[in-house]
């Protein structure tokens, strides 16, 4: 079974940092691409980031780029977004996926995802 579980929200200041985690299971972590995506507060979701399987090739939304960083450790079957410089329009629901394909691809309807780590930035 795919298991995608999200760490590392909370409340930031505009300008500050924060490392979002995923946790991954129950699919070959290494073989498989994967994105982050966002939902904020009566919006639909979001494409933010997206990073192949072996790590190689990274992909942003322009609302991101220069800002957002992602990674992955494929020894530990984690993902991670590094966001910096956060806006206060940075504030959703964070949520990582994959659709188990090697390259990156966005299909919200087919799509694994978590049950998302909570971003909120404000002052």
């Known amino acids: 079974e795919v298991t995608l579980v999200e760490s590392g929200g909370g409340l930031v200041q505009p300008g500050g940092s924060l490392r979002l985690s995923c946790a991954a299971s129950?699919?070959?972590?290494?073989?498989?691409?994967m994105n982050w995506v966002r939902q904020a507060p009566g919006k639909g979701l979001e494409w933010v980031s997206g990073i192949n399987a072996g790590g190689s090739g990274t992909e942003y939304a322009d609302s991101g780029k220069g800002r957002f960083t992602i990674s992955r450790d494929n020894a530990k079957n984690m993902l991670y977004l590094q966001l910096n410089i956060l806006k206060t329009e940075d504030t959703a629901m964070y949520y990582c996926s994959t659709n188990l394909q090697p390259y990156i691809i966005y299909s919200p309807s087919t799509d694994y995802r978590g049950r998302g780590t909570q971003v909120t930035v404000s002052s």
């Open positions: 129950g699919f070959i972590f290494s073989r498989s691409a």
